[in-house]
């Protein structure tokens, strides 16, 4: 069932954010959201997510969705091992084994029993990136998914995602055009000027 989004606006203190977004994104499709800092990429995300609300407009196809979602901050328990971080949203059926081998192509097998505060930038990011993944979900919504990650390890994460992502809606903020190269994505970009 695609998702529909009819003319979305938004405004904090006076100033707009979105001013009548649309656009339908359908099923199995990746998506790039481009546009400058600041732009409202982030506020759109979390209107999907039920974060923040419109002040006009409306979004239909939510309804039973399940989002998963990665963040712009990593978002983990800094005494959790990564393992235990991603076991918290994981799909009850998968196993610790079925969780180190998917996390295995992301992340060196000593990273996983170690709590993420001793991890690196770049490691909590890929913890972060395999949580979302190995959760249940229909929808994937990733804001700027690849920060602080180097462009080997960018394409390896992104390789991943695509995998565990197959067939599904996945929605990501970007700056970079090399993302939309490696999803083989669309570009939505509702700042444009004319």
Same mark, same amino acid.
């Given at each position: 069932?695609?998702?529909? $989004?009819?003319?979305?606006?938004?405004?904090?203190?006076?100033?707009?954010?979105?001013?009548?977004?649309? /656009?339908?994104?359908?099923?199995?499709?990746?998506?790039?959201?481009?546009?400058?800092? #600041?732009?409202?990429?982030?506020?759109?995300?979390? $209107?999907?997510?039920?974060?923040? @609300?419109?002040?006009?407009? @409306?979004?239909?196809?939510?309804? #039973?969705?399940?989002?998963?979602?990665?963040?712009?901050?990593?978002?983990?328990? %800094?005494?959790?091992?990564?393992?235990?971080?991603?076991?918290?949203?994981?799909?009850?059926?998968?196993?610790?084994?079925?969780?180190?081998?998917?996390?295995?192509? $992301?992340?060196?097998?000593?990273?996983?029993?170690?709590?993420?505060?001793?991890?690196?930038?770049?490691?909590?990011?890929? /913890?972060?990136?395999? @949580?979302?993944?190995?959760?249940?979900?229909?929808?994937?919504?990733?804001?700027?998914?690849? /920060?602080?990650?180097?462009?080997?390890?960018?394409? @390896?994460?992104?390789?991943?995602?695509? %995998?565990?992502?197959?067939?599904?809606?996945?929605?990501?903020? /970007?700056?970079?055009?090399?993302?939309?190269?490696?999803?083989?994505?669309?570009?939505?970009?509702?700042?444009?000027?004319?």
């Amino acid at each position: 069932m695609p998702l529909r $989004i009819h003319n979305l606006s938004k405004s904090f203190d006076g100033q707009p954010v979105l001013s009548g977004v649309s /656009t339908v994104l359908e099923e199995g499709n990746t998506y790039c959201l481009m546009g400058p800092s #600041g732009a409202g990429k982030t506020t759109l995300l979390r $209107i999907l997510m039920g974060l923040e @609300r419109a002040d006009s407009g @409306r979004v239909e196809g939510l309804s #039973g969705l399940r989002i998963s979602a990665v963040f712009q901050e990593d978002r983990l328990c %800094e005494g959790f091992t990564a393992l235990e971080n991603v076991r918290l949203a994981a799909a009850p059926s998968l196993s610790d084994a079925d969780i180190r081998k998917a996390l295995s192509a $992301i992340l060196p097998p000593q990273a996983l029993d170690r709590p993420v505060s001793a991890l690196s930038g770049g490691m909590k990011r890929r /913890t972060a990136i395999g @949580r979302a993944l190995l959760a249940p979900f229909d929808l994937l919504l990733m804001d700027e998914p690849f /920060t602080g990650l180097d462009e080997d390890t960018r394409r @390896r994460t992104a390789a991943f995602i695509r %995998e565990r992502a197959a067939g599904r809606m996945i929605l990501l903020s /970007t700056h970079q055009e090399e993302d939309v190269r490696l999803f083989q994505a669309r570009v939505l970009n509702f700042w444009q000027q004319p």
